[in-house]
């Protein structure tokens, strides 16, 4: 794709608006719009490299060249800018800030200028086989320009996440932004279709073009990629990873040219990987008077909006309603599926029901789109092909350290969820196991490292309970937390509100937990009464 320049005679539309740079006229829905010159320059500069970080020094050299001036000035006519084209409003975003880097044009657009007509390059490659992006990425700006960064540096990039996260999405959205860089030539890959790790060398030979007839398949696709400068997507790579990691690793070596992107649940772990770690959406935090403008900045809110819309729910949120949304995403993690999926029954059940089913664990089973592939269908399936890619060692410690509420850490998960026939090397090297397969995440807080659960993962984890086993669990971590809360709660009133604090303030999830246990049908009073009276020096 060749891009625009300020100099384009032609119009860029996106939403309601259309950008005649020759003119230098903005229209909204044919009405011209009041731009100064400068905001204009801004947005001609913008919208002409989509999709781009462009620092603030670049921009200030395009729309000052000559003059030096201060970056309030940027600030200033990027916020009537911002204004003009109502951007954050009614979930319309055309512009996103990248701290302490600049800005990026992120609203999808069309037309006429040599910005969006394919030049010779995007054709010249018959294999190319990238679907379109067929809708708007929400919070992922960042992620699209750190991961081309690295594409330019490494020659395999692994984008590494849970089920539903958004891998894919990010995957395709990078490659078509940079097919033009490869002169068109970029091919998915999809193995999420494949169960035959025999079958991987030949179905990349196939897209190719090459003839997988004979036994040398591999030798004929090296030596065809050998002198080629092509980017390959590798998508859903985790239940074939060796034999993925063992091709990866062979093309590399041949290909000095080639660069593979990857998505899987489990990086490939070879020499030349660099391993991009794609978190879940931002959430708005609990805050009883945050405003709906505020709640929906924030890209989960923003990304189940969008999706409510989409179903053909009218929009029109009250402050009380954005609250909801915002509960529904932190309850979600801000996963992207798990927020399409409980999107499309706002229309059925409104968001209040909505919310209240998802306190059910209902939400598993919700089904999402049509087209979508089998595995993520529902979060059921969705966890059930994570699942199904464990070790029975792996299986038993998951399902056991649902036992948690939130964060734990090491120590905890060791008191806790260890038998005899569970010692200490293998507990650990399982909890390496999950976190590695992301089905379990690890943080650091100073020194300490701590663990948790997604809700929508301990939940499933939860409804594959053994009941005996269940009971046992609760009362050991009732016991654990009951010495925990002896030994820490004097001290909570003498700790600040910094830092330090957050260890123990996270601690208290599962002391809740416990004493719920304690004092419910199945539970043991004595232990409920002996946190009580381990509590009262502190709370």
């Known amino acids: 794709m060749t891009r625009a320049t300020g100099d384009a005679a032609g119009d860029l539309s996106f939403g309601p608006f259309c950008l005649n740079a020759g003119q230098r006229l903005l229209a909204k829905d044919g009405v011209p719009v009041e ?18 970080l462009l620092t603030k020094q670049d921009l200030m050299s395009a729309v000052w060249p000559d003059v030096i001036v201060e970056e309030g000035n940027l600030r200033f006519h990027m916020t009537g800018l911002r204004k003009a084209l109502g951007d954050g409003r009614d979930g319309a975003r055309y512009i996103t800030t990248i701290p302490g880097r600049g800005y990026c044009f992120v609203a999808p657009i069309s037309g006429s200028s040599p910005a969006l007509v394919p030049g010779d390059d995007a054709v010249k490659f018959r294999h190319a086989n990238l679907p379109n992006r067929l809708e708007r990425m929400v919070g992922r700006e960042s992620d699209i320009l750190d991961l081309s960064e690295r594409l330019s540096r490494f020659p395999v990039v692994s984008i590494v996440g849970g089920g539903g996260v958004g891998k894919t999405t990010v995957a395709i959205a990078l490659a078509n932004q940079l097919a033009g860089a490869f002169d068109g030539a970029a091919v998915l890959a999809d193995f999420g279709t494949l169960s035959d790790p025999s079958l991987v060398s030949p179905a990349l030979a196939s897209m190719l073009g090459i003839p997988v007839g004979s036994d040398d398949v591999r030798l004929s696709l090296l030596a065809y990629l050998r002198d080629k400068r092509i980017l390959l997507v590798f998508d859903t790579c985790e239940h074939l990873v060796d034999t993925v990691a063992d091709l990866a690793a062979s093309i590399i070596d041949a290909a000095p040219h080639v660069r593979i992107l990857v998505t899987s649940r489990e990086a490939l772990r070879i020499e030349g990987e660099n391993i991009y770690k794609l978190d879940t959406l931002a959430c708005a935090p609990v805050d009883p008077e945050m405003t709906a403008e505020k709640i929906l900045s924030y890209p989960a809110s923003q990304m189940f909006a969008e999706r409510i819309a989409a179903s053909g ?23 992207a599926l798990a927020l399409e999926l409980a999107a499309r029954r706002v229309e059925a059940y409104g968001l209040s029901q909505t919310a209240a089913l998802l306190d059910q664990h209902l939400a598993l089973a919700w089904v999402g789109s049509r087209t979508a592939p089998p595995r993520q269908k529902t979060l059921q399936a969705t966890l059930d092909w994570s699942f199904g890619l464990l070790s029975d060692l792996d299986r038993t410690v998951l399902r056991r350290l649902a036992i948690f509420v939130g964060d734990f850490t090491l120590d905890a998960a060791w008191e806790v969820i260890a038998t005899p026939s569970l010692d200490r090397p293998a507990l650990f090297g399982a909890i390496d196991s999950l976190v590695a397969k992301s089905l379990l995440s690890a943080n ?42 002896e030994q820490f709660g004097p001290d909570w009133p003498t700790l600040s509100s910094g830092p330090e604090r957050l260890p123990y303030f996270l601690g208290i999830n599962n002391v809740r937990a416990a004493l719920e246990w304690a004092f419910g049908d199945s539970g043991n009073v004595d232990v409920g009464i002996g946190f009580a009276c381990a509590g009262v020096a502190g709370f």
């Not at 729910?313 to 996963?335: E, F, N, Q, Y």
């Open 313 to 335: 729910v009218p929009l029109s949120l009250t402050d009380d309603d954005a609250r909801i949304i915002a509960a529904i995403c932190r309850k979600l993690d801000g996963m």
């Open 444 to 485: 650091s807080f100073g020194a300490m490292m701590r663990y948790r659960l997604l809700d929508t993962t301990r939940a499933y984890a939860l409804n594959s309970q053994i009941e005996d086993e269940l009971a046992d669990l609760a009362a050991s971590h009732a016991s654990y937390y009951r010495r925990w809360l």
């Open 35 to 52: 731009l100064g010159a400068r905001a204009l320059d801004l947005l001609i500069a913008l919208a002409s490299a989509p999709n781009t």
